[in-house]
């Protein structure tokens, strides 16, 4: 089975912090997510990355940076962490396929990060 | 650009009861969809995908049938249980990659015994 792992389930920082959310995925996978998850919104996604080092914002990348430095890890950066960042993390990873015939993400369980 | 609408929660059912989601969507191209599930703390887990129309997706007792003519995904099973209780979400892919799905807003399905 896929597993990917998220570092911490829990995490309290206050503003102003920098803040590091670490993902790991075990199935060598090349495209990896961020999203996050809040009420009544969904899932939004933040950025991905479909390889080493190459990344691409998604839907809201404001407040957010990336590094994948190597293939199995994923890192979601706050440079200055805020309230309206309180949140629920969630990493994901995929196999890339062509065509038309997409590939499922597999989730890990998430970081629910709280800014004070 | 590409939605998914889900019917809004939260879904109430008695333990045996009959089960739909509702799920329609919009994309560009031909998109595959997927019905993820999340149990309480923990993450997503895919539940089934179809990748073309009239694809059956199939899974856990659960179903669902990829429907062009009518942009939908509903999801069904005919007989819930306690364990089903979670927040489902329709989600899309469209194009020829598999970067980005598209969710829906989720729907939370609570089962009574």
């Known amino acids: 089975d896929v597993k990917v792992t998220q570092s911490s389930r829990y995490l309290v920082k206050r503003t102003g912090e920098k803040v590091f959310l670490e993902c790991v995925q075990d199935m060598d996978h090349e495209n990896m997510f961020w999203y996050r998850q809040d009420p009544g919104l969904g899932l939004r996604l933040i950025y991905f990355s479909y390889d080493v080092k190459m990344k691409e914002k998604g839907d809201i990348p404001e407040g957010y940076s990336v590094s994948r430095e190597k293939k199995e890890r994923f890192s979601l950066i706050l440079e200055s962490a805020s309230t309206n960042q309180t949140s629920m993390y969630l990493c994901?990873?995929?196999?890339?396929?062509?065509?038309?015939?997409?590939?499922?993400?597999?989730f890990g369980d998430g970081t629910r990060l709280s800014i004070l | 650009g590409d939605s998914v609408t889900q019917m809004e929660g939260p879904v109430t059912l008695s333990e045996e009861a009959f089960l739909t989601i509702n799920c329609t969507y919009t994309a560009t191209g031909y998109p595959s969809l997927f019905w993820y599930v999340q149990y309480p703390g923990e993450g997503l887990q895919l539940l089934l995908k179809a990748t073309k129309a009239d694809d059956k997706g199939s899974n856990k007792g659960f179903e669902a049938t990829y429907r062009k003519e009518t942009t939908s995904f509903h999801l069904e099973k005919g007989s819930v249980q306690v364990s089903d209780s979670a927040v489902y979400f329709c989600a899309l892919s469209s194009g020829g990659s598999n970067y980005k799905l598209t969710f829906g807003k989720g729907t939370l399905l609570t089962v009574n015994p």
């Open positions: 994901a990873s995929s196999s890339y396929s062509q065509g038309y015939s997409n590939q499922p993400q597999h």
